[in-house]
């Protein structure tokens, strides 16, 4: 056990806190999709990328450049932000066929110790992690249904946006009644039998209103 400030740690743990990591790789694997165009544009995704900017870059390719098919691909803590980047694609674009492929890819990682001994040479330590990964292809041409992780389009009233589902809605709902049926019984019957409320109501509107105060601009 090493001591530090009166608090005793493991070995292990102390050395360790010597270590900085300096250097991050992945493992170069084949897209898992057959017969895609050599000139395929594929998306690698990390932790720190920056939405707006991939989909910047993708959108000009399938929009401006006539793209048919894209492939955006991530691992570990990019997974997440991998799987937000499709669907904002799918739902711009809409008519989008998808296929989604999970396996495991090796990371390599490169820790440098920041505390060598003064007799000896530089330590560094190599750790081989294996981690999720997932690739996922976006295609404007139809794919094969039948294998595995295939998704079809979404239908068009998915893809629009949500105000023109609500607003077509709110023109279905009843017309709410006259307005003879919103009075109580017995107005409605002095409305019937004459005048008398509708004479009330234009006197009323006539009349002034007491505390009201009125400013006029004068241009001379």
């Not at 000009?60 to 997974?79: D, P, T, W, Y």
Request: charged share 25%; aromatic share 4%.
């Amino acid at each position: 056990m090493a001591a530090e400030g009166g608090r005793a740690k493991p070995v292990a743990q102390s050395r360790m806190e010597n270590f900085r990591k300096v250097r991050t790789s992945e493992e170069e694997m084949p897209l898992p999709f057959p017969d895609l165009p050599p000139d395929v544009v594929e998306m690698k995704v990390k932790e720190g990328s920056k939405i707006r900017n991939l989909m910047n870059f993708a959108m000009a390719q399938m929009e401006l450049k006539g793209r048919r098919q894209i492939v955006f691909s991530g691992c570990g803590r990019a997974v997440t932000k991998t799987i937000t980047c499709v669907e904002i694609m799918k739902r711009k674009l809409g008519g989008l066929h998808q296929v989604t492929k999970v396996r495991y890819k090796t990371v390599l990682e490169v820790w440098e110790n920041q505390d060598p001994p003064p007799d000896g040479p530089a330590q560094n330590l190599t750790v081989h992690k294996n981690v999720p990964s997932i690739c996922i292809l976006l295609s404007r041409d139809p794919l094969d249904p039948n294998q595995t992780g295939y998704q079809p389009p979404e239908p068009r009233h998915e893809v629009g946006e949500d105000t023109l589902g609500s607003s077509a809605k709110g023109l279905k709902r009843p017309l709410p009644p006259p307005h003879e049926e919103l009075l109580p019984k017995k107005l409605q019957r002095r409305t019937h039998s004459g005048s008398t409320l509708h004479a009330t109501q234009e006197h009323q509107a006539q009349a002034p209103t007491p505390n009201t105060l009125k400013i006029t601009n004068n241009i001379n």
